[in-house]
C-alpha cells in the first residue's frame, strides 16, 4: 500500500476470537431490536433467555428475524457508505448450517446470481440487489471458516519482466500467492481472481467462479469510438468478502455483502488511481489532450471521460449503476429520514464525499457525526493483510 503523508487511514481492528460473547452488548441489539419492530413482542423474556444462554455457553444464537435485522442494522452504521437510503433493502440470506468449503462455494456463486442474475450474453436488463450471506458466526475460542479475497470478484495483477504490471497492482502480492497455491491466470488485465476459502477441516482451498456468476461491464465511450479499443472492462457486482459482521456481540467473519455500483468507484478509482489501472495519461492521449503541464487540467478533463464512459457503458447494459450526484442527495435524504426517527446517522466525511466534483456534492458542504456504533462491519487487521497479501500469519497455523 503506498502511504500517503497526512492521510487519516482509519486503524485496523484488533479482534480477539477467543472471548466470550459479551451479554452488555447482546442486551443492547436485542432492545434496539425489539424497539425498532414491535412484532418482535417484549424483550423481556428474550433477553432472559440470551442471558443465561450466554452463562451456560458463552453464547447464544441469533432467531432468523434478529440476524436478518441485524445485518440491516450493519449496513445503517456503516459510516464510509454513502448508498445508506435502502438499507431496509437487504436481502438476509442465513448461511449459517453451512460447513465445507465446497458447500460454502456454491452458495457464495448462488449469493453473485441472487445480486446480479446469471450473466449471459443479450440478457435484458436486471438491476443490481444489496444482499448478504452470513455464514456460521464464530464460535470463541475455535478456528472458523474464512475468505482471504478482499471481494468476491476482483482482477488478478501481473508483474510483467520490465517491472510494468498487467491487471490490478493492488492485488499482484494475492495473484502471486494464488500463483503458488497453483492457480494459473491467463495473463490479461482483466482476469477474475479465484476464491481462497479457509476452513479448520480442509485448510485454504482455491474456486474459480463459473462464468455464468461474473457479470460484467464493457467500457466503451458515449462519444469516442476509440475508447472501445482500449478493451476496458469492469465486474457489475461489489462485494465486500474480508469484513467480520459484529452482531449483538455475536462474530460473523465469513459474510460477505453486496450493494451496486457507484459510478466513480469505478471511473475516479479503480480505473484512474496511480497505483491502480492507472488509466488517465492512456485516456489523455486517445482524447489528444496536452498533458505538456498541469493547467490543461488534462487529469481533470480524462477522469470525467472515463466516468462518463463507466456509467454510460453500465446504462447500456442494463447493469444498475448511479452516479454520485444522484448518490448524494439520497444520501441526504437518508440523513433527513433517520433524523425524523430521532437517529444520529454516523458519516465519515473522507469517504461519503465522492473522489470527483466533491463540491458540486451536497454532501460536501457540511460536518457529520463520526460515531463507531454496533451492529457493524469491521475490518480486522489479519483479514486486510490477507486480503492483499493472500498469505496467513504465521501465528494462525
Ligand atoms: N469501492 C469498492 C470497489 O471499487 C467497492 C466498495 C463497495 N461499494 C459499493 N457500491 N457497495 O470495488
Redesign the pocket.
Known amino acids: 500500500m503506498t502511504a500517503v503523508p497526512g492521510y487519516r487511514q482509519q486503524p485496523p481492528v484488533e479482534w480477539d476470537p477467543t472471548t466470550p460473547v459479551d451479554p452488555a452488548e447482546a442486551e443492547e441489539f436485542l432492545r434496539r431490536c425489539h424497539a425498532e419492530n414491535p412484532h418482535f413482542g417484549p424483550v423481556e423474556p428474550r433477553l432472559a433467555d440470551v442471558r443465561a444462554r450466554i452463562a451456560a455457553t458463552g453464547t447464544y444464537d441469533h432467531t432468523p428475524a434478529e440476524l436478518t435485522y441485524g445485518a440491516k442494522l450493519a449496513w445503517r452504521n456503516s459510516s464510509r457508505?454513502i448508498?445508506r437510503l435502502y438499507w431496509q433493502s437487504l436481502t438476509v440470506l442465513d448461511r449459517r448450517h453451512v460447513r465445507g468449503s465446497a458447500q460454502i462455494f456454491s452458495l457464495l456463486v448462488q449469493h453473485l446470481t441472487t445480486a446480479a442474475g446469471e450473466a449471459r450474453p443479450g440478457r435484458a436488463a436486471v438491476p443490481i440487489r444489496p444482499v448478504i450471506s452470513v455464514f456460521a458466526p464464530a464460535v470463541p475460542g475455535r478456528p472458523y471458516a474464512r475468505i482471504w479475497n478482499e471481494?468476491l470478484i476482483r482482477y488478478a495483477g501481473y508483474r510483467t519482466g520490465d517491472g510494468r504490471v498487467v491487471g490490478d497492482p493492488r492485488y499482484v502480492e494475492f495473484t502471486e500467492s494464488m500463483r503458488d497455491l497453483g492457480w494459473r491466470g491467463k495473463g490479461e488485465a482483466f482476469d477474475v481472481l479465484p476464491l481462497a476459502i479457509e476452513t479448520p477441516e480442509e485448510g485454504v482451498r482455491l474456486y474459480d467462479l463459473p462464468e455464468h456468476a461474473v457479470l460484467e461491464v464493457p467500457l466503451a465511450h458515449p462519444e469516442h469510438d476509440g475508447f472501445a479499443e482500449l478493451g476496458l472492462r469492469w465486474h457489475a457486482v461489489?462485494a465486500?468478502a474480508n469484513m467480520r459482521l459484529s452482531i449483538g456481540g455475536i462474530d460473523y467473519p465469513l459474510a460477505p455483502f453486496?450493494?451496486?455500483?457507484?459510478g466513480t468507484?469505478?471511473g475516479a478509482?479503480?480505473l484512474a488511481d496511480a497505483d491502480r489501472y492507472n488509466l488517465l495519461p492512456v485516456v489523455a492521449r486517445l482524447f489528444g489532450l496536452d498533458t505538456s503541464h498541469e493547467e490543461s487540467l488534462w487529469r481533470d478533463r480524462a477522469l470525467v471521460e472515463v466516468n462518463r464512459a463507466v456509467l454510460w457503458s453500465f446504462d447500456r447494459a442494463g447493469v444498475r449503476i448511479s452516479d454520485h450526484h444522484t448518490e448524494s442527495r439520497r444520501f441526504l435524504k437518508h440523513v433527513e429520514r433517520e433524523e425524523r426517527y430521532g437517529r444520529r446517522v454516523p458519516a465519515d466525511w473522507t469517504w461519503i464525499v465522492p473522489p470527483v466534483s466533491g463540491g458540486l456534492t451536497p454532501v460536501f458542504h457540511r460536518y457529520y457525526d463520526e460515531m463507531d456504533l454496533r451492529p457493524n462491519f469491521l475490518l480486522d487487521a489479519e483479514a486486510l493483510e490477507l486480503g492483499r497479501t493472500g498469505r496467513p500469519a504465521p501465528t494462525r497455523e
Open positions: 457508505c448508498g471481494q461489489p465486500i453486496n450493494g451496486w455500483y457507484m468507484e469505478i478509482r479503480n
